[in-house]
């Protein structure tokens, strides 16, 4: 017996893409009132997939399409039952490389990964040194003592940055 379709996405007036992400990906993840029934979660995937998300190593990438700063996009991909967009490998750093093409020039997004805890030693926001990267030339450089955060730009490069600044929302769902 299939799933009940989930209804369309509620849109916010000041939304300029659908808030796809929230509440079917809490429902998918048995975070709404019903747990998610068999093959939902590939329907939900597919959901996603459709509004511009890119699939790469059984990982869905998606956009809210807001800027945010570090902690306000992890707190962000978190609520919507996802983590902040980490590549661990080419194929996952090309997926959101894809998504900030799709914004434009110059697009950067905030990745899961920082130095925040020691200085110059990256790991991903659960703790575990990383084990993928896609520096830039010259980079992670720290410059003015001031860079803990990681971008990654349209060209699917990596460069560190301060984490107060404003980058596009890129989360993450398996």
């Known amino acids: 017996m299939l799933a009940p379709p989930l209804p369309p996405p509620e849109r916010q007036p000041h939304d300029a893409e659908p808030s796809c992400c929230a509440g079917s990906v809490q429902h998918m993840q048995g975070g709404g009132r019903e747990k998610a029934q068999p093959g939902e979660k590939d329907s939900i995937l597919t959901f996603l997939l459709f509004?511009?998300?890119?699939?790469?190593?059984?990982?869905?990438?998606?956009?809210?399409?807001?800027?945010?700063?570090?902690?306000?996009?992890?707190?962000?991909?978190?609520e919507a039952g996802g983590n902040i967009a980490t590549p661990l490998s080419a194929a996952e750093n090309i997926a959101t490389q894809e998504i900030l093409q799709t914004k434009g020039e110059n697009a950067k997004a905030f990745l899961g990964i920082s130095d925040l805890q020691v200085e110059g030693i990256f790991?991903?926001?659960?703790?575990?040194?990383?084990?993928?990267?896609?520096?830039?030339?010259?980079?992670?450089?720290?410059?003015?003592?001031?860079?803990?955060?990681?971008?990654?730009?349209?060209?699917?490069?990596?460069?560190?940055?301060?984490?107060?600044?404003?980058?596009?929302?890129?989360?993450?769902f398996q």
């Open 123 to 172: 790991k991903y926001v659960g703790g575990d040194k990383i084990s993928y990267t896609n520096w830039n030339l010259g980079e992670p450089n720290n410059s003015k003592d001031s860079e803990d955060c990681v971008e990654i730009q349209d060209n699917g490069k990596w460069n560190d940055i301060p984490c107060s600044l404003s980058r596009l929302v890129i989360c993450e």
């Open 51 to 78: 509004h511009g998300g890119k699939e790469a190593d059984k990982k869905v990438f998606v956009t809210n399409g807001h800027e945010e700063n570090f902690e306000s996009a992890q707190r962000t991909c978190k």
